[in-house]
């Protein structure tokens, strides 16, 4: 069973910058996309990066400008770089990993604080 461990979450000023990585516990073949999600309390989950198999990317509008994703097919790693953070930002951080063939992983969440 393929697991996704996300890290480098925490606290953080506003105006501050983290980098979030989410790594496989294993190769995952056929990749689709892998993306970021978070969700604050009291709100729904929201789709907050995308990058697909052919480099594509798609952010949300809150976060175009200021949060990057990449990854690295070597590592089986996706990363999302995070700068100017803002209060509004806080929340968990979910990594996500779906393929062609319809399998979908979700990873167990890092919190994102963002507080003087």
């Known amino acids: 069973q393929v697991q996704l461990v996300e890290s480098g979450g925490g606290l953080v000023q506003p105006g501050g910058s983290l980098r979030l990585s989410c790594a496989a516990s294993?190769?995952?073949?056929?990749?689709?996309?892998m993306g970021w999600y978070r969700q604050a309390p009291g709100k729904q989950r929201e789709l907050v990066a995308v990058i697909t198999s052919g480099g594509g990317t798609n952010y949300a509008d809150s976060v175009k400008g200021r949060f990057t994703i990449s990854r690295d097919n070597a590592k089986n790693t996706v990363y999302l770089q995070t700068n100017t953070l803002r209060s509004e930002d806080t929340a968990v951080y979910y990594c996500r990993v779906t393929g062609w063939g319809g399998n979908d992983y979700w990873g167990q969440g890092t919190q994102v604080t963002v507080s003087s």
């Open positions: 294993q190769r995952i073949v056929n990749i689709y996309a």
